[in-house]
């Protein structure tokens, strides 16, 4: 519900942004809602560490609640950019100080190969969000204004709320340190990438990935279409075909996933990922592209929730707020960088070899994810001490 939400609150402001400030209107907004979330997170790793998930979660998700009433509010009475942009802002912040809370809700409920199923059945939910919220967010813009968007992203962060109130009970918080800081604290996510050798290496493949096909999906994809010559639907068939590809995947890693061996969902499905993307420049044809692009979903759907599973059991309990901080900061980082990065490189190469320089880089995932394996779980290095 809360990330359908968010889908219906970002397309309805993004698309009022466009009618009052035009490009310049849709820039500010993203920055207010990106540059804050993406500074509070290794805090919100911290917060959720000393203070404990429940008591993050609950209070950033009421914050939520109330910033979203108070915003349709003003939205009904003021037709301006300034009220989306302070609304941005506070969610953004909110987002981020709730964000490491919300990844680590999972490991507390379910453990070993429950774990890995719970992770794939919830990027079933990240996929089935937007596919919700937007077309929600585009209606009520079209019938009503923001205002009725901030209204429904409110309704939808209570039934979120509602949820956590039940889902999180009997989840304690943990003992505080004495003398410790929250300041220092906040770069824990950090020292485990240095010194957990396996934590690292899912750190480098969560990472290549992101690097590797946030430019192809994000920037070259509408390019490479049109330099064949192809109709515009074509972008929407292959990102819907991708999506379908994922969401199969996925709900078959939400049953099997503890029957799949680690290896195959790590580094096969990585390795496939990272031929696919360089294939996906070279197909002739869009029939091939398409499914070409399908099969990608596929290896996608198990190797996202492999990677985030492995990642979430290497991490200390104890750090694992800050551990997920990281990480998330991660994939934030990773689309702004790979933009820059490879759209500059396209100037030079050309977008089919500038494409193909990405499935390479994707090669990193699985190269990475191999030499994590090869460390000792968090589980092995505590018995063995």
Not at 253 to 276: N, Q
Request: glycine share 10%; charged share 10%; aromatic share 8%.
């Amino acid at each position: 519900m809360s990330q359908a939400g968010s889908f219906v609150l970002l397309i309805a402001m993004a698309w009022t942004a466009v009618r009052l400030g035009g490009s310049t209107g849709v820039s500010a907004l993203m920055l207010a809602a990106t540059l804050p979330r993406a500074l509070m997170l290794l805090f919100g790793g911290a917060v959720a560490d000393v203070l404990g998930l429940r008591y993050v979660l609950l209070r950033t998700m009421a914050a939520r609640v109330v910033v979203l009433l108070s915003g349709a509010f003003v939205a009904f009475h003021v037709e301006r950019l300034w009220p989306l942009i302070v609304i941005s802002l506070l969610e953004g912040t909110l987002l981020g100080l709730g964000g490491p809370s919300s990844t680590s809700v999972l490991p507390q409920l379910a453990k070993g190969d429950a774990l890995a199923r719970a992770n794939s059945l919830y990027s079933i939910v990240l996929r089935l969000a937007p596919i919700v919220g937007v077309p929600v967010g585009a209606w009520l813009i079209a019938h009503g204004q923001v205002g009725h968007a901030l209204l429904v992203s409110a309704l939808a962060c209570m039934a979120g709320l509602g949820s956590l109130l039940y889902v999180t009970r009997g989840i304690t918080p943990p003992g505080r340190e004495p003398g410790e800081s929250m300041l220092r604290r906040s770069a824990d996510g950090l020292r485990l990438l240095v010194r957990y050798p396996r934590l690292r290496w899912m750190f480098v493949a969560s990472f290549s990935l992101d690097l590797a096909f946030n430019w192809p999906t994000e920037v070259a994809l509408p390019l490479l279409v049109s330099e064949r010559g192809w109709n515009v639907g074509v972008v929407g068939y292959v990102v819907a075909a991708f999506g379908a590809g994922a969401i199969v995947s996925s709900g078959l890693g939400a049953v099997l996933a503890h029957r799949i061996p680690l290896f195959a969902r790590l580094v096969v499905a990585g390795a496939g990922i990272a031929v696919g993307i360089v294939a996906m420049a070279l197909v002739p044809s869009i029939a091939a592209l398409c499914t070409l692009i399908f099969v990608v979903g596929l290896m996608f759907g198990l190797t996202g929730p492999a990677i985030i599973t492995v990642y979430q059991e290497s991490a200390p309990p104890s750090r694992l707020g800050a551990a997920m901080a990281s990480f998330s900061l991660s994939a934030i980082g990773a689309a702004p960088l790979s933009i820059a990065v490879f759209s500059g490189l396209s100037a030079l190469l050309g977008v089919a070899a500038t494409w193909v320089v990405c499935g390479v880089v994707a090669f990193g995932c699985p190269v990475a994810a191999l030499l994590a394996l090869r460390h000792p779980t968090r589980r092995s290095i505590t018995s063995t001490t």
